[in-house]
Nanobody
């Protein structure tokens, strides 16, 4: 059973930085795409960024140039460095690990419990 545990959320002022970390236990996730999603109140969950097993990156347009995702396969961790935070970045951030087959079908999909990010002065 894979468990994803997020850490690093909290309260920060606009313009500040936070670093989110996600540690996976129970399985080796080097073949998985690791990502961060967020969900604000009354909004749908959205992709923030992901990094594939090959190291390809994808960012939502709203965070490009401000957020950086990275992974350490040896430690089964994924990190999201968030800089220049804005009030609209406030949300619950979720770590995700997904493994897809050759046709793009989902073979395995895991989620963390979420960590709150609040951006306010």
């Amino acid at each position: 059973q894979v468990q994803l545990v997020e850490s690093g959320g909290g309260l920060v002022q606009p313009g500040g930085s936070l670093r989110l970390s996600c540690a996976a236990s129970g399985s080796f996730l080097s073949d998985f795409t690791m990502g961060w999603y967020r969900q604000a109140p009354e909004k749908e969950r959205e992709l923030v960024a992901h990094i594939t097993s090959a190291g390809s990156l994808k960012y939502d347009d709203s965070v490009k140039g401000r957020f950086t995702i990275s992974r350490d396969n040896a430690k089964s961790t994924v990190t999201l460095q968030m800089n220049s935070l804005k009030p609209e970045d406030a949300a619950v951030y979720y770590c995700n690990a997904v493994n897809r087959g050759s046709w793009g079908e989902v073979i395995a999909d895991y989620w963390g419990q979420g960590t709150q990010v609040t951006v306010s002065s």
